[in-house]
């Protein structure tokens, strides 16, 4: 079975690292893996203030609080996200505007300078799957309007733009380690702030956050392990589907996303640091993001052959997205040739059932994103897929894609 979702970098020595892990209570909490992943990552982007949360959306919650946002202040940030991004600006009580994208899935700069107002403070600039989005003239559209610029690098841990890596041209910017993000920790999240006075204010805010109690870090460690032993068994049988869909019901591992959040609501892991024991797989998938990242491009260039260029040559290619006609039905004839295809943002404001209205979204208003979602569909280009299972992926999709 060839899977795009469910944990993808998740190789066999990091389910033994989190099993060795859930004998050692002890380590779960506090330990000295969280200042190590944020030097890292100080030392890696070469920017001097790194806070690790529990989840990206946690690191937008504690940045924006710290920069004192009033009710009426707006936020702008792409449609064709995840609700994940919106949230926390609805939970400091700002306004989310969207802006439209381009083909390339990134925030059109025509469109960023149609949208701003007077009360316009921050602009979040998304580099969805990878894809450096057009910095050059949106940080100078920021400039001139005096926003404060956050770089969304959720997809794009090692994403190069002019030679430069990603996040490290906005004033901060927040990455994800979540269980289908470049890295991956099943949860997990850092901060990166150049300015001192608000790096300090971050730190306030962060002592209002809480380390996660012992029964959410081993539901974590679970789940590289149940991820595991479900995919190997999803190949020959339903039994894989069984045990996932019963683990989820029976809370022994974690939802990425929870059913109040699709109404902009608070998840239950708000307000939450990062465990050492999250922090300590962090590490470790760290040390493989080259590797990671070089075999990304790698099976981007097989796709390419066949769907013609349909990222930017820069991207890091997290999911390889194409359009085609008929999504649903794709997926469809995929899954009959044992292949899982991935349906991110088929909606203009992902997963499918967010409540536009509670994250203040019109779809009437978004052509190019609402066109764009409602085509999309992922390839897989993780580790875990050979340059064979790329050919045979492409082959099908190319087969069905008009
Ligand atoms: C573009 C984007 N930004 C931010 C996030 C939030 O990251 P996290 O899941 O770690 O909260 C996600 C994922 O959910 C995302 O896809």
Same mark, same amino acid.
């Given at each position: /079975? ?24 002890? /380590? ?161 999240? /850092? ?142 004839? =995929? ?14 404001? =992902? ?36 340059? =064979? ?7 099908? =999709? ?5």
């Amino acid at each position: /079975m060839i899977f795009t979702s469910l944990s993808p970098n998740t190789e066999s020595d990091d389910v033994w690292r989190a099993a060795g892990l859930l004998f050692q209570p002890w /380590m779960w909490r506090k330990g000295k893996y969280v200042g190590q992943i944020e030097r890292i990552f100080c030392d890696y982007l070469h920017i001097p203030y790194a806070f690790a949360f529990q989840s990206g959306r946690n690191a937008l919650y504690a940045l924006l609080q710290a920069q004192n946002l009033h009710p009426d202040d707006e936020v702008l940030l792409q449609a064709y996200t995840c609700v994940a991004v919106p949230e926390p600006v609805l939970w400091v009580g700002a306004k989310p505007v969207y802006v439209d994208v381009l083909a390339d899935y990134t925030m059109d700069p025509a469109d960023l300078k149609k949208r701003i107002t007077s009360k316009s403070k921050v602009l979040i600039i998304q580099h969805t799957f990878g894809n450096a989005a057009h910095l050059e003239e949106l940080l100078k559209i920021a400039q001139e309007h005096h926003l404060f610029v956050i770089e969304d690098c959720a997809h794009a841990l090692g994403g190069i733009y002019n030679g430069k890596l990603l996040g490290t041209f906005g004033d901060a910017s927040f990455f994800s380690f979540g269980r289908d993000k470049v890295i991956s920790s099943v949860f997990g999240g /850092m901060l990166m702030v150049k300015d001192e006075k608000l790096a300090q204010k971050v730190v306030e805010v962060r002592k209002h956050f809480k380390i996660p109690s012992l029964w959410y870090v081993k539901q974590q460690l679970l789940h590289p392990l149940i991820l595991s032993v479900s995919k190997k068994t999803y190949t020959f049988s339903s039994l894989g589907k069984v045990i996932l869909e019963l683990s989820r019901r029976l809370h022994l591992i974690s939802k990425a996303v929870e059913s109040n959040e699709l109404s902009g609501g608070k998840p239950s892991f708000v307000g939450l640091l990062f465990p050492n024991a999250l922090a300590y797989l962090a590490l470790y998938q760290f040390k493989k993001l080259d590797r990671y990242n070089a075999h990304r491009r790698k099976i981007a260039v097989i796709y390419n052959e066949y769907f013609l260029h349909a990222h930017p040559l820069q991207s890091i290619y997290l999911r390889y997205t194409i359009q085609v006609r008929e999504p649903r039905k794709l997926i469809q004839i =995929a899954r009959s040739h044992g292949i899982e295809l991935g349906d991110w943002y088929q909606q203009a404001i =992902a997963p499918r059932n967010v409540e536009y209205k509670k994250v203040h979204y019109d779809p009437t208003v978004y052509m190019q994103a609402e066109s764009l979602a409602r085509k999309s569909i992922n390839l897989p280009t993780h580790i875990g897929i050979s340059e =064979a299972d790329a050919r045979f992926v492409a082959r099908i =999709a190319k087969d069905h894609a008009d």
